[in-house]
C-alpha cells in the first residue's frame, strides 16, 4: 500500500472524449456552458430534472445537494439548457403527503435559500452520512458553476441540527496534512458503524482542480476518510483492480470482522488511453474485508446483465432457505457503452438486476423478459436504502425522454420485498416499512449451491458478521427518533443460532494452463501547472420535525470544532497482493463452472487488451425446469471485448453529440459514422 505521493507519481492521464455529454452535459461550447440557476427559480412549478447530485440519508430526513437541474415546461429555446444546482434540499421520510394529497413519495420540504457562496457547488460527488453523529461530509465533485474556477480540495461537513455549513479543518493524511485532491466520477460507500467512507477510482481535470491544462484524467485507488478522527489514507489496489477505473458500485456488506466492500461495474482504462478505455463484467466482482485490508476476487454467475457504468445500487439483509443471512444488492439504471443506438444497445438502461451473496448470483428481476428494456432508462441518479427495506431512487438524466419529472417527485421507490419486479418498481413508498423478505424468484434462482471459490478464505468473511459495540456519538445528539434506521440490519444480520461457519463444498480443478507474460503499463505525464496542491509539488497528476430548525434557516459558516482528534489512522495489516488477472479458464464439462489460471509475474502485469480472452459468464434462465441453461441476447458475444463494444468503436455519449472514435482494439474498428 503505497502512500499519496507515490501513487500519484503514476495516476494515468484517460483521454475522456466525450466526457461532458456521457455526464448529461452540453457539449461544452461558449453558449452550451452549464449556467446559473435564474434567481426567479420556483422549484415546483419549474423543475424538471436533477441529475449528478449527491444524497443521503440522515434520521428522517432524505438531503440532497447540488448537481445539475433542467427547467421546464421545456421550450424549444431551452431543451438543451443545463443549470447549476445551488441548493441542498431534504425529504421527509415519515410521510407522503403534501399538503394533505398522498403523492406516493416523500414529499420535498420547499426551500428557497442558496448554500452559502463558499460552500462548493459541486455534481458526481459524495455526501457521507455520519448517521451516529447527525452530520453529513460533501466530498469530491466536479464544479457545476462553470463561470467560477474549480473549488479547492476542501471536505465540507453540514451539520444537520442546526442546518449550517463549516469548512473542516485540522485534516491529517497519512502523507501530512492537508486533503486529498477532489475527484469526481467514483464510487462510494460509509461503513457507518466505524464511521469510515470510502470513495473508489473517479476523474479530476479542471472542473476539480484550479489550473490545470488538458483533458480530464481517470484515477486508481481508493481513498479512506475517517469522519470522527477527521483523518485520510489512500489505498493502492492490488493486481487488475488497480487499473485507473470509475464509475462503478461501491456497497457496504456487514460481515467478517469489521464490515466489507463490494464493488463491480464501471469503466476501467489498463494503459491510461481512450484506446482500451473499456466497460468492465458486472460478473468480476471484487471484495474488500476492512478490518484485514484484504482484496478478494469472485465470479458471479445466474442471470447476465450487459457491461454498464454510473448505475446505483442498494443492500437489504434477508435470510435463505438455510436460516442464514444472505445479502441482495439491488443494481439499477445506468449507461451502456456504445456508439450507435437501437433496441438491442440502449443508451441506458431501465432495468433492476439483484447480486445475492454469498452464492454470487444474478437475478433479472425487471423486466424479466430478455432482451427488454423500462420505458425511462437513465443514469446520473442516485440511490439510497431506507430501513433495509425500500430503495429510493433520486432523479437521473433521461436520455430518451423529452418530459419532465411530475412535480415533488423527483423521488421514487423500489419496494425491496416486493415478490415481483414490476410490483417492486411501482410500489408507493411506505414510510412505515421496515422489514424486508427476499423475493422468491431471487432464492430460487440462488438454489444452485455455493460458488466456485477463487479464494477459499472468502468463505470465511462471509461466515463472520461485526462484533464492535455500537458506535457513540462524540458530541450531544437528541434521542433517534427513528430507532429502525439503526436496528433492522443489525436485527436482520444477528441470530441465537447462527452458525459461524458456511459449509462449502469446493471442487477445484487440478489442470493448469499458463499462457505466455503480461505488458506492463504504458505510463504517460500530463501536463500541469505548478499552482496545484502540494501533492503535485513533485509528482505528475494523480489520480417536517421540530427538531430540527429549517433548512438554511442559519447559513452560517464556522470552522468545525468537534471532530476529534488529529491522530492519524495506522496502516492496518497488508493483505498478499498478487495477480487477480486470469490468463486463461478452463470450463468444467458437467457443471459449466469456470476455474481462472493465473500468472506468476506479479500484480502489475496484465494481459494485452485483446490478446488473452477473458470469457464472460453466460447469462442463465432462473427457473429451475430450464436447468440453468445459457439465455443469450441479442448481440451477447462470449469474448474478451464486452458485448457493447463489439464489431464497434466506443465513446460515452448521447443523441445529437457526434465525436471522432479512435480504433480501441486492434481488429476492432470504429463506427463508421
Known sequence: MSRYISTLAFLLPVLVTGQ???????????????????????????????????????????????????????????????????????????????????IGAPPLVETSNEKPDNVPKVGYGALWADRVNRKLYLYGGRTTNEQQPAPPSDIWM???????????????????????????????AVADNLGLAFYLGGYMGNTTMEGWEGPDIMVPGMLIYDMVKNTWRNETLPGVLGLPRAEGTLTYLPIGDGGALVYFGGVRSPDGTLQSLAGVSSNEIFIYDIASNTWYTQDARGDGLSTRWKSVAGMAVGRGRDGQPNYNIYLYGGGGLRTGYSNSTPPAYDQLFVLSLPTFTWTRFWPTAVPSNGPRPRFGHTANVLRNSQMLLIGGFFPLDEGCDAPGRIVTNIDLSAQSGQAAVQAPFNPQQVNYTTPGVVVQN???????????????????????????????????????????????????????????????????????????FAYRRHRRRTSGPAYFANATHGLGDTEHKGLHSSPLIKNDTDLGTNRGLGDGPQGPVASTLPVAYIRDPTTGGLTPVYNNVGAAAVPEPGATPLPSVPLYNSDPAANYQPVVEAGWQEQAVPQELHNQGFVPELPGHDMEVPELIPGIKKDSR
Open 158 to 188: 453540514y451539520d444537520t441540527l442546526d442546518d449550517t455549513w463549516q469548512v473542516v479543518t485540522g485534516t491529517r493524511s497519512d502523507t501530512g496534512d492537508g486533503n486529498p485532491p477532489r475527484l469526481y466520477g467514483g464510487a462510494s
Open 446 to 520: 440462488t438454489n444452485r449451491g455455493p460458488p466456485n471459490w477463487l479464494d477459499l478464505n472468502l468463505p470465511g468473511v462471509f461466515s463472520k458478521t461485526p462484533q464492535q459495540a455500537r458506535r457513540n456519538p462524540t458530541r450531544a445528539v437528541p434521542e433517534s427518533s427513528d430507532p429502525a434506521l439503526s436496528t433492522s440490519m443489525a436485527e436482520a444480520t444477528t441470530s441465537p443460532n447462527r452458525t459461524r461457519t458456511i459449509a462449502i463444498a469446493v471442487a477445484v480443478p487440478v489442470a493448469l494452463i499458463l499462457l505466455g507474460l503480461g505488458a506492463y
Open 20 to 102: 461532458r455529454s456521457a455526464l448529461g452535459l452540453p457539449s461544452g461550447s461558449d453558449n452550451d456552458q452549464v449556467r446559473p440557476v435564474p434567481q426567479t427559480f420556483n422549484r415546483t412549478s419549474q423543475f424538471c430534472h436533477q441529475w449528478g447530485h449527491q444524497s443521503a440519508i440522515v434520521e428522517n430526513r432524505l438531503y440532497i445537494d447540488g448537481g445539475y437541474l433542467s427547467l421546464g415546461p421545456r421550450s424549444a429555446d431551452d431543451q438543451n439548457t443545463t443549470y447549476s444546482n445551488p441548493y441542498t434540499v431534504y425529504h421527509d421520510l415519515t410521510s407522503r403527503s403534501l399538503d394533505g394529497t398522498d
